[in-house]
């Protein structure tokens, strides 16, 4: 598809800020786009060809072409394959480049909040379980991820059903430390935390655990991840996309954020000091 695309633009004898001009996109937009850094929906693909006169056949394989690529399923071990630090390093790259980050988690904390003990537990207990001698690495790529929390300039929305606050999948005195870390971050102005309570009046049904990385409506890419427990889905159609958005912001509707999330996680954590 890249390789395409920049052959369109090449015969057309346009540079790259001359394509972006007549589309109307970022210069930054069409150098990802045929550099394969972004995958265009195939609206895009259509307009790519029609600004460079594409013939007509053409237009309509590449329409067909970045259809098919829109949601693409690989297996885990296969996602796995480059080492755990090569994937969490491409996440980190899709997460800085994205305006915002939105992920819901059923029953574990959300992966962005997570402190080493919880990281590494969920490291441990994984379907595709990293060997020992290489869970150090794996968890230090993860937790290099949080660095972008501190640009401002971005927001996240990170929310979780009540589970996630309560089950023990580390030990109590570690999981103190990590239901404190989520009343740090939720202090925080451009990152909000929410947790769906188990009697919480629920507008939509929770489903599975998903990341929203970046919006369709702001960004040059985005994408929704998800996982099964033998495959990794990702979704690039801006149609989609915009649907997990929205239900994403039905599901956060019904979590409880700001001072009463806090003092509910200070109960929680008053309650680990008795066990």
């Given at each position: 598809?890249?390789?395409?695309?920049?052959?369109?633009?090449?015969?057309?004898?346009?540079?790259?800020?001359?394509?972006?001009?007549?589309?109307?996109?970022?210069?930054?937009?069409?150098s990802?786009?045929?550099?394969?850094?972004?995958?265009?929906?195939?609206?895009?693909?259509?307009?790519?060809?029609?600004?460079?006169?594409?013939?007509?056949?053409?237009?309509?394989?590449?329409?067909?072409?970045?259809?098919?690529?829109?949601?693409?399923?690989?297996?885990?071990?296969?996602?796995?394959?480059?080492?755990?630090?090569?994937?969490?390093?491409e996440?980190?790259?899709?997460?800085?480049?994205?305006?915002v980050?939105?992920?819901?988690?059923?029953?574990?904390?959300?992966?962005?909040?997570?402190?080493?003990?919880?990281?590494?537990?969920?490291?441990?207990?994984?379907?595709?379980?990293?060997?020992?001698?290489?869970?150090?690495?794996?968890?230090?790529?993860?937790?290099?991820?949080?660095?972008?929390?501190?640009?401002?300039?971005?927001?996240?929305?990170?929310?979780?059903?009540?589970?996630?606050?309560?089950?023990?999948?580390?030990?109590?005195?570690?999981?103190?430390?990590?239901?404190?870390?989520?009343?740090?971050?939720?202090?925080?102005?451009?990152?909000?935390?929410?947790?769906?309570?188990?009697?919480?009046?629920?507008?939509?049904?929770?489903?599975?655990?998903?990341?929203?990385?970046?919006?369709?409506?702001?960004?040059?890419?985005?994408?929704?991840?998800?996982?099964?427990?033998?495959r990794?889905?990702?979704?690039?159609?801006?149609?989609?996309?915009?649907?997990?958005?929205?239900?994403?912001?039905?599901?956060?509707?019904?979590?409880?954020?700001?001072?009463?999330?806090?003092?509910?996680?200070?109960?929680?954590v008053?309650?680990?000091?008795?066990?």
């Amino acid at each position: 598809m890249a390789e395409a695309l920049r052959g369109l633009r090449e015969q057309a004898g346009l540079s790259t800020t001359q394509l972006a001009d007549r589309l109307g996109w970022s210069q930054s937009k069409v150098s990802k786009s045929e550099r394969g850094v972004t995958l265009p929906p195939p609206a895009d693909v259509d307009a790519w060809a029609l600004a460079t006169s594409a013939p007509n056949e053409l237009r309509t394989r590449l329409r067909t072409l970045a259809g098919d690529a829109a949601v693409e399923f690989t297996e885990r071990r296969k996602v796995l394959a480059p080492g755990p630090r090569r994937v969490q390093q491409e996440i980190q790259r899709l997460e800085e480049a994205a305006s915002v980050v939105r992920v819901f988690n059923t029953n574990v904390v959300v992966g962005l909040a997570q402190t080493r003990a919880y990281v590494e537990a969920m490291f441990r207990l994984g379907r595709n379980r990293t060997p020992p001698e290489h869970l150090g690495e794996a968890v230090d790529s993860r937790l290099a991820r949080q660095a972008t929390l501190a640009d401002r300039s971005k927001r996240f929305e990170l929310v979780m059903g009540e589970a996630a606050v309560r089950r023990l999948v580390i030990p109590p005195a570690d999981m103190r430390v990590q239901l404190e870390r989520l009343v740090e971050l939720s202090e925080q102005p451009n990152i909000a935390v929410g947790v769906i309570r188990f009697d919480a009046v629920e507008r939509e049904h929770q489903y599975d655990d998903y990341s929203v990385i970046g919006d369709p409506d702001l960004d040059d890419e985005a994408i929704v991840s998800a996982s099964t427990v033998t495959r990794t889905l990702r979704i690039r159609s801006a149609a989609e996309v915009r649907e997990y958005i929205e239900h994403f912001a039905a599901l956060r509707a019904a979590a409880t954020e700001g001072e009463p999330l806090r003092a509910f996680l200070r109960e929680l954590v008053a309650e680990l000091d008795s066990i």
